[in-house]
């Protein structure tokens, strides 16, 4: 279980709607409290606007900073915007999420205009810590050693000069159709292709690739990649045409192709097959699944 503080200077609006979406988003997963610098009474409004969704903080209460205990903290979220946000001393997690301050009105503004300014702040908040449970106890992943995407482009010189501009590096070879960028320092591979509505093939367009060290971390991703629950658009193998890799593709929740892939040794490309038909990794998996 994260413990996660939410701090603020007078801990009454952001710091206390933080503290009570968190505990109604993140439940067991998460032990959740607040504070301020000069806790004064939990503002009207930021009960007003929790109550909107459903959220009741009616019996939370102000608290101050060194009334914490700074072992007892995994995570520490500022939330000040236009303040000096206060500091948590100790060894965790820093996470700074500006919110402007909702109570700071201007002259005659109306109670209604107040408590929009309320909704929108706990919106705000809302969005950030939904982000936030997800990165929670994230399962192991593969380890990366190095990164190739693509993209469309719609005028290829115009783009190449920017990027070439941007990675401070010549592409290393380009077509009428393509450029390629190579950063062997950022361990970062980049490819530019013409959107001029031809039919383009998926496996190599609109995809992340992240290179891992062997066939098995290929093998490990996979089941790992199960136990997280991602979707498998095609299961470990061995492809021998084109660039003979071990690979593995994933869908991110947009549909967005990832390669997780490794280069072949010398002695694994002296088996290659007869027909260079891909050779899979994974026992169960049989072909007619892809």
């Given at each position: 279980?994260?413990?996660?503080?939410?701090?603020?200077?007078?801990?009454?609006?952001?710091?206390?709607?933080?503290?009570?979406?968190?505990?109604?988003?993140?439940?067991?997963?998460?032990?959740?409290?607040?504070?301020?610098?000069?806790?004064?009474?939990?503002?009207?409004?930021?009960?007003?606007?929790?109550a909107?969704?459903?959220?009741?903080?009616s019996?939370?209460?102000?608290?101050?900073?060194?009334?914490?205990?700074?072992?007892?903290?995994d995570?520490?979220?500022?939330?000040?915007?236009?303040?000096?946000?206060?500091?948590?001393?100790?060894k965790?997690?820093?996470?700074?999420?500006?919110?402007?301050?909702?109570a700071?009105?201007?002259?005659g503004?109306?109670?209604?205009?107040t408590?929009?300014?309320?909704?929108?702040?706990?919106?705000?908040?809302?969005a950030?810590?939904?982000?936030?449970?997800?990165?929670?106890?994230?399962?192991?992943?593969?380890?990366?050693?190095e990164?190739?995407?693509?993209?469309?482009?719609?005028?290829?010189?115009?783009?190449?000069?920017?990027?070439?501009?941007?990675?401070?590096?010549?592409?290393?070879e380009?077509?009428?159709?393509?450029?390629?960028f190579?950063?062997?320092?950022?361990?970062?591979?980049?490819?530019?292709?013409v959107?001029?509505?031809?039919?383009?093939?998926?496996?190599?367009?609109?995809?992340l690739?992240?290179?891992?060290a062997?066939?098995?971390?290929v093998?490990d991703a996979?089941?790992?990649?199960?136990?997280?629950?991602a979707r498998?658009?095609?299961?470990?193998?061995?492809?021998?045409?084109?660039?003979?890799?071990?690979?593995l593709?994933l869908?991110?929740?947009?549909?967005?192709?990832?390669?997780?892939?490794?280069?072949?040794?010398?002695?694994?490309?002296?088996?290659?097959?007869?027909?260079?038909?891909?050779?899979?990794?994974?026992?169960?998996?049989?072909?007619?699944?892809?």
């Amino acid at each position: 279980m994260s413990r996660i503080l939410f701090l603020c200077v007078a801990n009454s609006a952001r710091s206390q709607m933080a503290e009570g979406l968190a505990r109604h988003l993140m439940g067991e997963h998460a032990d959740v409290t607040s504070a301020g610098s000069q806790p004064k009474q939990v503002n009207p409004h930021a009960i007003a606007a929790m109550a909107e969704i459903g959220i009741d903080i009616s019996q939370q209460q102000s608290k101050s900073m060194d009334t914490i205990d700074p072992a007892t903290i995994d995570i520490v979220v500022t939330l000040c915007a236009e303040e000096v946000c206060p500091i948590l001393p100790g060894k965790v997690k820093r996470l700074h999420w500006p919110i402007a301050n909702p109570a700071i009105t201007a002259g005659g503004q109306r109670p209604e205009e107040t408590l929009t300014r309320f909704c929108i702040a706990r919106d705000q908040i809302k969005a950030h810590i939904e982000v936030l449970r997800g990165l929670l106890n994230l399962p192991k992943g593969p380890q990366a050693q190095e990164f190739h995407s693509s993209i469309r482009v719609n005028d290829l010189p115009a783009s190449v000069r920017f990027y070439a501009w941007l990675l401070n590096i010549w592409p290393k070879e380009w077509t009428h159709r393509y450029a390629t960028f190579i950063r062997p320092d950022l361990n970062l591979n980049f490819v530019l292709v013409v959107s001029d509505g031809k039919a383009l093939h998926h496996d190599t367009l609109y995809h992340l690739g992240i290179s891992v060290a062997d066939c098995q971390s290929v093998v490990d991703a996979y089941h790992w990649a199960v136990a997280f629950g991602a979707r498998i658009e095609k299961p470990p193998r061995t492809t021998w045409k084109g660039t003979p890799l071990h690979e593995l593709w994933l869908a991110d929740p947009d549909g967005t192709l990832i390669e997780i892939y490794a280069r072949l040794t010398d002695s694994e490309l002296a088996e290659k097959p007869a027909d260079e038909m891909p050779t899979f990794l994974v026992p169960s998996t049989l072909p007619e699944s892809v």
